[in-house]
């Protein structure tokens, strides 16, 4: 099995839970995996700071790249990254990255992914959408990208904001192809 690479974009949407969660899960997922690169952008640590109250960002044993680092890796196609989650997705980050606007490295990596026709999930969380959101979503979607809404399923029965936040950290892993055992309608 070939090992994953694969880069996690955290912007400052509301929802850092889904990308603790995820980082998480890519720990347990760990043999699947060769590396995880990870890019914060500032408002990112912020609504991680106001919404977790923490700072456990810093504890992850992943790579972590400053936003401004265009030496990173996956910065350019050679690097070979196959998989780009930017969990939780800004508008801003959205739309910078439909207009191809490569200005910090979360956009210059989304720009390298989608050019190399890799796998991009964009987890979007607002509510509701502007007719730019939802252009910038289809520009996305018809570059290959793909568009996975922060939209909890209730059919698991989850007790707990994590375990109801899981849901959509289940379905994103599901995209990205990893494997993992999670809840699955109607199976034993
Ligand atoms: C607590 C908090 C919650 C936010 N929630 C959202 C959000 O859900 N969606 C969004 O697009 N921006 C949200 N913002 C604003 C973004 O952080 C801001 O637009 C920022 O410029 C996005 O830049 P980035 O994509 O580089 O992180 C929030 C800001 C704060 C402080």
């Not at 990173?72 to 690097?79: C, L, M, Q, T, V």
């Not at 969380?125 to 209730?154: Q, V, W, Y």
């Amino acid at each position: 099995m070939n090992k994953r690479k694969l880069i996690v974009a955290i912007t400052g949407a509301s929802g850092s839970v889904y990308a603790k969660l995820l980082l998480d899960s890519l720990l347990r997922l760990a043999d699947q995996i060769e590396k995880v690169g990870v890019v914060m952008s500032d408002n990112a640590k912020e609504v991680w700071r106001f919404e977790l109250g923490n700072q456990d960002y810093n504890h992850y044993p992943f790579t972590f790249y400053p936003k401004m680092d265009f030496n990173a890796p996956f910065a350019s196609g050679s690097a070979k990254y196959d998989t780009m989650i930017i969990i939780p997705c800004s508008m801003g980050t959205l739309g910078r990255i439909a207009q191809g606007i490569s200005n910090d490295l979360i956009s210059r990596a989304a720009d390298v992914i989608l050019k190399e026709r890799r796998k991009l999930i964009a987890v979007v969380r607002d509510t509701p959408f502007s007719l730019i959101h939802i252009n910038n979503m289809k520009t996305l979607t018809e570059a290959g990208g793909i568009i996975c809404p922060a939209s909890p399923s209730f059919y698991s029965i989850p007790k707990t904001i994590e375990e109801l936040a899981q849901t959509v950290v289940s379905r994103v892993i599901d995209l990205a192809g990893l494997e993992q055992d999670s809840y699955r309608w109607n199976e034993e």
